[in-house]
């Protein structure tokens, strides 16, 4: 029994261990390419969960992942039931792709990147994907970049196959319209993952069918604009409360430490008063109140 209970001490400690490694790869990519690398830290287990959730394993075709870093999201797409086989991981980092190809032997490794599949994937692929997996810091990128990228990744899947991304912000990273043009494609936003540090949400984007085309009415139009408008609006919301909470957190914390200034102030200058002085003021100030 005590064997069985240090083992899994150990199992713990190697895990908690393998997490901060994690982390420290992470935050240093982070440093080094701010731009490439789009957190500090690899996405949380929650995170991941809720990503992987959004991919079907009995669908058919390869499952591509963009970005996978140290595999965290990787993980969650096999506990989700993908086999290993299947996954097709593109990183850009030349360190992250070693460490992939050590945790993930049986999956294909490719480093390259991200933003050009078509390029990156050329020849790559056996079928069109079942899905498309993105933990790429698209809100880092021009909103150009973002739409092509997902106009890629739907020219590269299966019909009704979907494009997985999370991001940081509350609102859809990749627009409904962009230069003018409407783009037709079905998005599903999850509930904010807010136990990942920072808090996190995920969107789903499917291409649009003809027949979708034509049931989008214009109030289904406005109704996704104003959507999208007051998403933005209790985005705006949460950061001016967050100032203003942390503008009162410190006028309180100046506050106080003014007072304890005057306190210690009046404290030393009574202590410099002789005693029989001290106590013909105070008796002077009991029959004198109003001075």
Not at 174 to 183: A, F, M, Y
Not at 267 to 277: G, R, Y
Request: proline share 8%; aromatic share 6%.
């Amino acid at each position: 029994m005590r064997s069985q209970k240090n083992q899994d001490l150990r199992g713990h400690g190697a895990r908690v261990l393998g997490k901060f490694a994690d982390e420290a790869k992470f935050f240093k990519a982070w440093v080094e390419k701010p731009g490439l690398t789009g957190a500090v830290s690899p996405s949380g287990r929650f995170l991941a969960r809720m990503m992987a959730r959004y991919v079907d394993p009995a669908a058919r075709g390869p499952v591509v992942e963009l970005g996978p870093g140290t595999g965290p999201v990787t993980q969650a797409l096999i506990q989700r039931g993908v086999a290993p086989e299947r996954l097709v991981l593109v990183e850009y980092d030349p360190d992250f792709c070693k460490l992939l190809a050590r945790r993930f032997p049986r999956a294909l490794v490719i480093e390259g990147d991200a933003y050009d599949l078509p390029g990156t994937l050329a020849g790559m692929l056996s079928e069109p994907a079942a899905a498309i997996v993105s933990s790429l810091p698209l809100l880092n990128k021009p909103e150009d970049e973002r739409v092509r990228l997902l106009r890629d990744a739907f020219g590269m899947m299966q019909p009704g196959g979907r494009f997985v991304q999370f991001t940081y912000g509350m609102i859809s990273p990749i627009p409904r319209k962009h230069k003018g043009e409407t783009l037709h494609f079905i998005a599903d936003g999850s509930p904010a993952v807010w136990l990942n540090l920072p808090p996190a949400r995920v969107f789903s984007y499917q291409a649009a069918t003809e027949a979708d085309v034509k049931k989008l009415k214009p109030a289904d139009v406005f109704i996704g604009k104003l959507r999208e408008s007051a998403g933005r609006v209790k985005e705006e919301f949460r950061e001016r409360t967050d100032r203003m909470q942390s503008e009162i957190r410190l006028a309180t914390a100046k506050a106080k430490q003014d007072l304890r200034a005057r306190r210690r102030k009046a404290h030393n200058d009574n202590k410099s008063i002789p005693p029989l002085e001290l106590l013909r003021k105070i008796g002077e100030a009991r029959r004198n109140p109003k001075r």
